[in-house]
């Protein structure tokens, strides 16, 4: 016996425990109550020679099958508090060992859930113990999905299953079975989880893995970025950030009180809300682990140990104390874990010189733990389980991370290595080929990938370099550029916010590795003459399989046009800043992969309409300048992920201002809010909306497209939208249909002496009925609706009141003194708005109360102004403040240029905070900028109804039906504040909505709009006039569209969208 003191500890553990649920007596039962398969031979073995209770001795003859099997029912017994079989095992050969709890229901099919025990040669002859956690088994197959504890009666079977691996005959023997409660089972399972994870590394004379550091920052390797680093001056302050953040963690030591927090955070956080609390439990893990990455990297970078040693030394501890069986890690998301994967990954690797043998064996059980457990939730769990699933941006984080994982452990463990890494490259080769469309857009906005790839750009980096394929060029990776810049608003520096999406460009490294993959392909492949991207027109939808097809779609342009596309991209958006602001995992992204590239104005190369067909998105422009139009139209397929409720909707920005807004981020199952049709510029039936689950979950459909120098016309179908819903198994279910829900849209360029504009057509029906049905119209806070006559106007307006901000080049300070006349818990709030260009650096302050902490509060960043509840940056809550009567004094400081505050006022801390900024909160001690007391830098103060920015205004002329009801209110949105919605409604049993949108500034006449027969409108500019109509044939399944225009009584132009002429479609 090699370890007899750790052996007889072991025994003695199953004799200290408390009373188990149930023993199974091995030594005195009838052996007959174990079945068994006909290859298996079991016979008892006493008490006295082997385990407390005896044991059960299994001789598999492998001549038929590779494996066998013993299993007996459960016995009698109270399994409500049960959690799991407690015994051992031990062997001197043989291969997997695993258990399984099976169901026989009532149709004779069985059901299978199973753990894996580990490999019986581990043994060596020695008692290895066990624990089988059922709230952890794996559901193998059945029609049974899951089960408790006090199910475990009548004909449900344990059974334990072992493969002899080599064909030889193989015995073993499994004893000291027991079952547990929690209590006592809960510190035994996570340490055998460890040692079990333990023993799946190889010791150190069997280890085959290439040398470390082998993740992208190998000696080769750094020899190689420095000689960029002085080739591009950008690189080298990229680098020196990394070196500064890395000094200034080795300074402050800052990772040890948030490392407290992400471990505290059970104890601190009150958030109750399932989504949000998961939210804050991922903002304090993330500012914890990654300065592993940064702190490994300035080591790599200058040798420095002292880099290398506060990496190590961070990276063993959090090895320690979080490991894969701490539920505290279930306080995020799935998904959380990505990060903390990803920085012991490369902590491990970098800093692999400067461990001990002990400290490498803890990061590496640690991590080999996360990546085998998101390896196999990937095949049950509805993020990766089928390809399908593989559209959500959380599959490709997750499996980036333990695709680097897995690299870094290769070779050094027993884990199907090479098998867990083609699944995780197989993963990452979905997401980007059914996640990304064949024309390049991302199923999900802009953000999402960047955000949710995560450390899936390192893996496919380092598979490149290793070798084993390509993904950049395999996929849709690659044709991504005109999405980016049909996602890009007209003045950068914002993405639109269609698709779950939000305004912010952060610079993720998903972006920076485009351009420096596409600046090096680009070395081969010059731009090509007159090489333009086609906008093909299309008359009826594309079937689900094409817009999900499996095979890359056609590059269409050089890889030098998509380089300086790719390069427009970033420097009208994600790198409009610079690497000097960046956090550790964004300016190391940068620094390894950004190579610049010069941008090259999408006008050469681009239509001014682009359609997705995949993704089923349209976008139009009349140009790529800061003042020029911007109409996005959606109703695509439902894919997992972020999905609204919001097929057929729109956006529309033009002459530098939004005049039709969507209203952002929504994933909060909140039914009146921003994820619902509430939220979106759609049609809604009786006050209900496109119905709701948690996402959309439903598809729509562009129907016809086409784009000419005279217009671009658009037409959706939103009928499965209102009708089906699908479950995690794109299983259908009906909800509420409707007979036709069909959009079309007609953005007339300019042209003739005539200005752009927009014709918005509904042609939607419930069924036979009268119904109410409600037109929407959302638009920025900063513009406020006039509907007393007709067109309706959307008109930019002033603040209601002053408004305290600063400038880039000067400071702000001011105080706030507040008379408390009851001693209580509260909080402070304002009433804010992220007034700059980028929302996402215009969104904090500083403030202290009396001479307490100064805090860092992070505003909303949506652009409107917002009652928002003071919060110190990393905590999970609110910021609350214990007062006694008398005077409080709040110190308000600039953090960020063009932050905004309107009020201040300190309230109960129970108080809720109203949705409408025109509104104050109940009995709070309000104060405004008259009476903020200003230090020795003063904040610049905006007077009440300056407006800034554009001056444009949208007029919309409702064109039929006649006599609806128009309201306007203030609409709450999930993320970015409240801003102005219109809803014009009728009770109608075929409403026939036929609106006509204007853009106008100083310059653009009004014109003159009147109906034209049932379903049709006149739009007359001086002498010219556009006739447009719409129709539907009988039994057609969609609509079509027409507009003759007449200059002086003369046809000048003409399009016939899906519509007959002279037998002939245009």
């Not at 119905?691 to 037409?715: A, E, K």
Request: hydrophobic fraction near 40%.
């Amino acid at each position: 016996m090699r370890h007899p003191f750790l052996c007889c500890a072991l025994l003695l553990s199953s004799l200290v425990l408390a009373e188990p649920v149930l023993r199974f007596a091995l030594d005195t039962e009838d052996i007959s109550v174990w079945g068994h398969k006909t290859n298996t031979v079991v016979v008892p073995v006493p008490a006295a020679d082997s385990l407390p209770g005896g044991a059960l001795k299994l001789t598999i003859d492998p001549v038929e099958f590779g494996y066998g099997w013993i299993n007996r029912a459960f016995p009698e017994a109270d399994y409500a508090k049960a959690a799991g079989v407690h015994g051992f095992y031990r062997a001197k050969e043989g291969a997997g060992l695993m258990s399984h709890v099976v169901f026989f229901d009532a149709d004779g099919e069985p059901s299978y859930f199973r753990a894996d025990l580990g490999q019986l040669r581990d043994s060596q002859g020695e008692w290895v113990e066990f624990f089988v956690d059922f709230a952890t088994m794996n559901q193998e197959r059945g029609p049974r999905k899951a089960f408790t504890p006090a199910q475990l009666t009548g004909n449900v079977r344990l059974q334990f299953l072992a493969e002899t691996g080599d064909r030889k005959i193989t015995s073993f023997e499994i004893g000291g079975l027991t079952i547990l409660d929690a209590e006592t089972a809960a510190p035994m399972g996570k340490r055998l989880a460890r040692e079990k994870l333990r023993r799946e590394l190889l010791p150190a004379d069997r280890i085959t893995g290439s040398a470390h550091p082998r993740l992208l920052l190998s000696d080769a390797e750094v020899v190689a970025l420095h000689a960029d680093t002085a080739k591009y001056p950008a690189l080298a302050v990229a680098r020196d950030r990394i070196i500064q953040l890395a000094d200034a963690e080795i300074k402050n030591q800052s990772v040890d009180a948030r490392w407290a927090k992400v471990l505290n955070f059970r104890e601190e956080s009150e958030e109750k809300h399932p989504h949000t609390r998961r939210g804050n439990f991922e903002g304090c893990l993330y500012p914890a682990v990654t300065p592993l990455e940064t702190l490994g990297a300035a080591y790599r970078l200058t040798g420095d140990e002292k880099y290398g040693r506060r990496a190590a030394d961070l990276a063993v501890r959090m090895a320690k104390e979080l490991t894969v069986d701490n539920s505290l890690i279930n306080e995020g998301f799935y998904y959380t874990r990505t990060f903390y994967v990803r920085g012991l990954a490369f902590a491990y690797d970098w800093t692999h010189d400067l461990m001990t043998p002990d400290e490498r064996s803890e990061v590496k059980t640690t991590l080999l733990g996360f990546a085998l457990d998101i390896h196999a939730k990937s095949q049950s769990h509805g993020w990766g389980r089928r390809p399908l699933s593989r559209v959500w941006n959380w599959d490709p984080g997750l499996m980036g991370a333990a695709g680097i994982a897995m690299l870094a452990l290769e070779g050094e463990t027993r884990a199907p290595e090479k098998a867990i890494i083609f699944d995780c490259r197989r993963h990452l080769r979905d997401y980007l080929t059914l996640g990304i469309d064949e024309d390049g857009c991302g199923h999900e906005g802009p953000s999402y990938i960047g955000y949710g790839i995560g450390g899936g750009v390192q893996f496919i980096e380092l598979l490149r370099r290793q070798g084993r394929g390509d993904l950049f060029v395999a996929s849709n990776y690659d044709l991504c550029p005109p999405w980016f810049v049909a996602e890009t608003l007209p003045g950068g520096g914002r993405w639109n916010n269609l698709s779950d999406c939000g305004h912010g460009q952060a610079p993720w490294p998903v972006y920076t590795y485009a351009c420096g993959r596409l600046a090096e392909l680009a070395k081969a492949d010059p731009p090509r003459p007159g090489e333009r991207l086609p906008s093909p027109t299309a008359a009826r939808p594309l079937d689900m399989l094409a817009q999900f097809s499996e095979a890359p779609g056609q590059r269409q342009l050089s890889y030098s046009t998509l380089a300086g596309l790719m390069g427009w991209v970033w420097t009208n958006g994600p790198g409009r800043g610079t690497p000097a602001g960046y956090d550790g995992p964004r300016c190391l992204g940068y620094l390894l992969f950004y190579r610049p590239f010069p941008a090259l104005d999408p006008a050469q190369a681009l239509p001014l309409a682009q359609h997705f067909r995949g993704r089923g998105m349209t976008v139009s422009r009349t140009g790529f300048g800061p003042q020029d139009w911007h109409l996005a139209v959606e109703a695509g397929p439902h894919a997992a992920g972020h999905d609204q409720c919001d097929k057929g909707t729109f956006t529309l920005r033009a002459y530098g201002a939004d005049l039709v807004i969507d209203s952002g981020y929504g994933n909060d199952s909140e039914v009146y809010k921003s994820g619902s049709s509430y939220a979106h510029n759609v049609v809604l039936i009786d006050d209900q909306g496109q119905p709701m689950r948690y996402h959309n979950q439903s598809s729509g459909r562009i129907t016809g497209f086409h784009h000419s120098d005279l217009l671009d016309w658009v037409r959706t179908d939103a009928r499965e939208a209102w009708g089906v819903r699908y479950d995690h198994d794109w299983r259908p279910s009906r909800t509420t249909p409707v007979q036709r829900a069909e959009r079309t849209f007609l953005f007339v360029r300019g042209a003739a002496g005539v200005p752009p504009y927009l014709v918005v057509m509904d042609d939607i029906v419930k069924d036979e009925g009268e119904h109410d049905y409600t037109w929407q119209w959302h638009i920025p806070a900063r513009l406020a609706f006039e509907t007393d006559s007709v067109p309706w106007r959307a008109l930019p307006q002033g603040s209601s009141s002053d408004v305290l901000t600063t400038t880039p080049d000067a400071g702000g300070s001011a105080d706030f003194s507040f008379e408390v006349k009851e001693a209580g818990s509260y909080q402070l709030a304002g009433l804010t708005r992220a007034g700059g260009k980028e929302g996402g650096k215009s969104d904090s302050f500083f403030l202290a109360m009396d001479d307490g902490k100064k805090l860092t509060w992070d505003i909303p960043s949506g652009g409107n102004p917002t009652w928002s509840s003071v919060q110190d940056r990393g905590v999970p809550t609110k910021a609350t403040f214990q007062l006694e009567p008398g005077t409080h004094v709040v110190h308000l400081g600039k953090r960020e240029a063009e932050a905004e505050l309107a009020k201040l006022v300190l309230v109960l801390a129970e108080t809720e905070l109203p949705a409408s900024p025109i509104a104050d909160p109940a009995k709070g001690m309000v104060q405004t900028v008259a009476d903020a007391k200003m230090g020795a830098e003063p904040f610049r103060i905006i007077k009440a109804g300056a407006i800034s920015g554009s001056k444009a205004t949208l007029e919309v002329f409702p064109v039929r039906p006649a006599g609806g009801k128009v309201t306007t209110a203030w609409f709450e949105t999930s993320r970015e504040g409240s801003h102005p919605r219109l809803q014009y409604t009728v009770r109608a049993k075929e409403p026939r909505f036929l609106m006509v949108l204007v853009p106008r500034q100083d310059g653009i006449p009004q014109p003159k709009v009147v109906p034209d027969g049932d379903w049709g409108a006149r739009v007359v500019w001086g002498d010219t006039q556009d006739t447009i109509q719409f129709s539907r044939a009988p039994d057609a399944e969609f609509g079509s569209a027409t507009l003759v225009r007449k200059q002086q009584g003369k046809v000048i132009a003409q399009a016939w969208l899906d519509a007959p002429r002279n037998g002939e479609n245009v």
